[in-house]
């Protein structure tokens, strides 16, 4: 195959091992709306009022990620791709094999989602 950055595990290299420990937050692309919501009330009582409630989309009148078309068409892009190259339980469980160890990490905290839940899964 051929080696792509984007595609690669997190554990393979992009962050040493020694870094793990000061994570303290993973967000994805395809929950980036959930997930800044999180970040930001994480960082205090009033940061999602001051920084991500409003001021945002075109018109200055949305949320952070309420209607990004980069966040949406992403998504929206890779459940298509999803449904068209999952296409057996052998892909699957290859591409889960490739991930393991990102998986494993207890840092990263990720979930394993069979392809059938994806999207019920990052629905917000």
Same mark, same amino acid.
């Given at each position: 195959?051929?080696? #792509?950055?984007?595609?690669?595990?997190?554990?393979?290299?992009?962050?040493?091992?020694?870094? @793990?420990?000061?994570?303290?937050?993973?967000?994805?692309?395809?929950?980036?709306?959930? /997930?800044?919501?999180?970040?930001? #009330? /994480?960082?205090?009582? #009033?940061?999602?009022?001051?920084?991500?409630? +409003?001021?945002?989309?075109? *018109?200055?009148?949305?949320?952070?990620? =309420?209607?990004? +078309?980069?966040? $949406?068409?992403?998504? &929206?892009?890779? +459940?298509?791709?999803?449904?068209? @190259? *999952?296409?057996?339980?052998?892909? &699957?469980?290859?591409? #889960?094999?490739? *991930? =393991? /160890? /990102?998986?494993? $990490? =207890? @840092?990263? $905290?990720?979930?394993? %989602?069979?392809?059938? =839940? %994806?999207? +019920?899964? @990052?629905?917000?």
């Amino acid at each position: 195959g051929c080696w #792509d950055a984007h595609w690669a595990p997190l554990s393979h290299w992009r962050l040493e091992p020694k870094f @793990y420990a000061t994570l303290n937050f993973v967000g994805h692309l395809e929950t980036a709306r959930r /997930d800044i919501r999180r970040l930001l #009330d /994480d960082l205090g009582s #009033d940061a999602w009022e001051k920084f991500g409630a +409003s001021g945002w989309g075109e *018109y200055g009148n949305e949320s952070m990620f =309420e209607s990004s +078309s980069t966040v $949406n068409h992403a998504s &929206e892009k890779a +459940s298509a791709r999803l449904r068209e @190259y *999952y296409t057996s339980k052998d892909i &699957e469980e290859r591409v #889960d094999k490739i *991930y =393991e /160890d /990102d998986y494993e $990490n =207890e @840092y990263l $905290n990720l979930s394993r %989602v069979p392809i059938g =839940e %994806v999207e +019920s899964f @990052y629905k917000w």
